[in-house]
């Protein structure tokens, strides 16, 4: 079918602007975007000046399967991610058992299939059982569309095996994905230490040890030539090192979550679970220093670290909560603060959200020009709302956005030119 | 005077003048449980749990026998062998003792934060009898009532915490309470057991014990928890008791009437000198323990008298 969207606000984070125009979708791919008028049988949708931006493209979405399908399953997954304006979900391996042969990556390729509305590629682990003792069958997961290859949160610590690995990834050309956190001095913390720390009672870990485990993985990057990209990094004291690997010459990106963006250590408050993730929320500066290095360009990529848990998981003592937030509807929103707020552009926000992450991982998307995939989000930025997470979508409602007031609707999203959500039938879609 | 709260979950959510009204109730208990007739009938008909996830002999006791001498039905629950072992989570324990209907849970845990979430399930009044590294407001309660009467008065006043901070919830809930009451704090350790952002405390920091103890009217020791430490925190027991165990000569640098005072238990010759612990003139811990008993039964019934308050403008509509 053939759409012509008309009088919109169209993002191009390539282009770093904001304009209105007219934009016609046809076959799959963006064909116009300053057309006068709309084709012959073309789905005219009015926009009133809402905003078309490139759909979000989001690296580390943990769904529950295999492992964890009461929590969130690829179907749940999905229908949350159509509904947050996420056109491709990149999975993460942290299920059980992980994503580490060829066959469960074979298994979950074919779970997933069909299941959901939304592009999804998935991650492969990076060592068997995500261990840190032996490698995974890199080349055979290539093959079978491992996109990259990661232990997410947990950091291979013997340096031999890393590098072993690392050395391997790069005679494929393989993106490795690391999670850079000293394990002794993060073990046991659930909080970054500091005073609101301490006056909860709760183990901190110092944000050094971030950039201690980032500085080492750069040493190894600089060693082997691997291709790299930090999952997140979330304090202030890592960005010169990371500045200094990308003026090196080393093919080094970093991402950071969209929490780490928008909320801060005290956020935890009276022991509040929904808060707890990994890493721990950061110091206020830490916040303000992630927002102003993602507007520079330092930090490439926003994601949501989506990560489903259950009510039991989380009605616990902080320090026996599982970590972990629920993102892929309140992904968009929750930047959208950032934009309101006056730190971030649209152009800035999508290019860390959509167009970044799409190239960093060689997919297609993020872009909004002519020819393009017409992997499309259609949103009102202004629209308020009091979210109330028993309205998510995704089977857990872990959030910690639990009413708060936000700002910013997904009006519609598209993927390869079909709609895939349209908010007037948003609240009716059966929970999966 | 008033006393507003209804729970103690921790010294932070409480008011000046809520302290001295629990303080001065106390006094009073003081003085009845030094008497003959150590029976009151204020919580006639209530129903007291102590549920402690932890193990505790001296505070467990301390409050079963203030619940009794008010003349409350005291039931102990030793949680440590209890149905958690089973795989029962804390809100389905509380869920179900909540059932029973109780009107005080005293409630001690391992873990900073969870009489917190345990308070939020349960329609009775909670007490923390110490959770984590968290809060335990009834020890620094207790505290303050003990240098009131030694000191003649709770304010301005200077206190050295020495010792293991870091994982002492008896030192927040003591460094928070004293600052309310507008004393000069100080806190002196090895850095090692200092917790992070002390510096931002509105306390003095001091790693050379004699120079934290200079002039200093309190002295409150605290207990080296070894249990706690997953190692290299100190070098040794023997160090560390040269560098910051209690003695004469180092209490020498303190105020001529400085009193001391530790919570309990002592480790004797790791934290602090034997003979200078029982030493009548200068140690005041065991006045703490007797100061216990009174500063919970001051604590439960100003609780209950709120409870019962806001039972009946339920019932009223």
Redo the contacts between chains.
């Keep these: 079918m053939t759409l012509f969207f008309q009088n919109v606000r169209i993002v191009d984070p390539e282009a770093e602007e904001v304009r209105t125009g007219n934009v016609i979708v046809d076959a799959g791919r963006i064909a116009a975007l300053d057309a006068a008028k709309p084709p012959r049988d073309a789905r005219v949708i009015e926009c009133a000046g809402r905003v078309l931006a490139p759909g979000i493209v989001d690296i580390g979405v943990q769904v529950g399967e295999p492992g964890a399908r009461h929590k969130e399953s690829f179907r749940s997954a999905g229908l949350a991610a159509a509904a947050g304006g996420v056109t491709t979900m990149v999975t993460r391996p942290d299920t059980d058992p992980a994503i580490d042969t060829p066959e469960v990556l074979e298994f979950v390729t074919r779970r997933a299939r069909g299941e959901t509305p939304v592009n999804i590629r998935h991650m492969a682990a990076l060592t068997r059982g995500r261990a840190g003792a032996e490698m995974v069958e890199i080349g055979f997961m290539l093959d079978a569309g491992a996109v990259a290859f990661t232990d997410a949160d947990h950091v291979v610590t013997d340096t031999r095996v890393m590098a072993r690995c690392l050395t391997y990834a790069r005679s494929l050309g393989a993106l490795v994905i690391g999670h850079p956190q000293d394990p002794g001095l993060s ?2 913390a659930v909080a970054t ?12 870990v ?1 944000p050094m040890a971030e950039r201690m485990a980032f500085d080492r993985d750069m040493s190894l990057i600089e060693m082997t030539g691997a291709r790299y990209h930090a999952d997140q990094v979330t304090c202030a004291r890592t960005l010169p090192a990371l500045e200094r690997a990308k003026a090196n010459g080393l093919d080094v990106t970093a991402g950071v979550s969209i929490h780490h963006l928008t909320l801060n250590e005290f956020d935890l408050g ?2 509040r679970t929904f808060f707890k993730l990994t890493p721990p929320l950061r110091s206020e500066d830490d916040r303000v220093a992630m927002v102003e290095a993602v507007a520079s360009g330092l930090i490439d990529v926003i994601c949501s670290m989506h990560t489903p848990q259950d009510e ?1 998981s989380k ?6 909560a599982a970590p972990g937030a629920v993102a892929l509807e309140t992904f968009l929103p929750a930047a959208l603060r950032l934009y309101h707020a006056g730190a971030l552009s649209l152009p800035q926000l999508f290019r860390a959200m959509s167009l970044n992450p799409a190239q960093r991982l060689g997919l297609p998307g993020g872009r909004m020009t002519e020819g393009a995939t017409a992997d499309l989000v259609l949103f009102d930025p202004d629209a308020p709302f009091v979210l109330d997470r028993f309205t998510l979508r995704s089977k857990s409602r872990n959030t910690p956005f639990d009413g708060a007031r936000l700002q910013g609707r997904v009006l519609a999203t598209f993927v390869a030119g079909e709609q895939v959500f349209d908010h007037r039938e948003g609240q009716d879609h059966a929970h999966a | 005077m008033s006393f507003r709260a209804r729970h103690l979950l921790g010294i932070e959510h409480l008011a000046a003048d809520e302290i001295v009204t629990l303080l001065d109730l106390a006094d009073e208990y003081v003085a009845m449980n030094r008497g003959p007739d150590k029976h009151s009938n204020v919580l006639s008909g209530m129903t007291q749990i102590n549920m402690f996830f932890e193990a505790s002999t001296r505070t467990q006791a301390s409050f079963e026998l203030a619940g009794k001498r008010l003349g409350a039905d005291v039931m102990n629950m030793s949680m440590a062998s209890s149905s958690l072992k089973k795989g029962e989570t804390l809100i389905d324990t509380a869920l179900t003792l909540n059932a029973m209907r109780p009107d005080l849970l005293v409630v001690r845990h391992p873990n900073s934060g969870a009489v917190n979430l345990l308070a939020e399930k349960v329609n009775c009044a909670v007490l923390n009898a110490g959770d984590g590294r968290h809060e335990h407001p009834t020890q620094a309660l207790l505290d303050a009532l003990t240098i009131r009467r030694a000191k003649g008065r709770l304010h301005r006043l200077t206190v050295a915490i020495c010792g293991d901070i870091a994982h002492s919830r008896v030192a927040r809930s003591n460094l928070i309470l004293l600052g309310k009451m507008e004393n000069r704090v100080r806190l002196v350790g090895p850095p090692t057991l200092m917790p992070a952002g002390v510096a931002d405390f509105g306390c003095e920091v001091f790693d050379d014990m004699r120079a934290g103890l200079e002039g200093a009217d309190v002295v409150m020791m605290l207990r080296l928890q070894r249990e706690r430490m997953d190692g290299a925190f100190i070098p040794s027991e023997r160090e560390y008791y040269h560098r910051y165990g209690l003695d004469a000569e180092k209490l020498a640098h303190a105020a001529p009437d400085a009193i001391v005072m530790h919570p309990g238990p002592m480790n004797r010759g790791v934290e602090i000198d034997g003979t200078l612990a029982d030493d009548i003139n200068r140690s005041v811990i065991q006045e703490q323990v007797e100061m216990g008993v009174a500063v919970r039964m001051a604590a439960m019934e100003l609780l209950a008298a709120n409870l019962r308050r806001e039972r009946a403008e339920a019932a009223h509509g």
Excluded: N, T
């Excluded at chain 1, 230490?193 to 901190?204: D, E, M, N």
């Design positions: 073990r046991g230490s500091g005073k609101f720390a301490s006056l909860r009672g709760l183990p901190g110092s009276e022991y039991e009605r616990l003592p902080f320090e026996e």
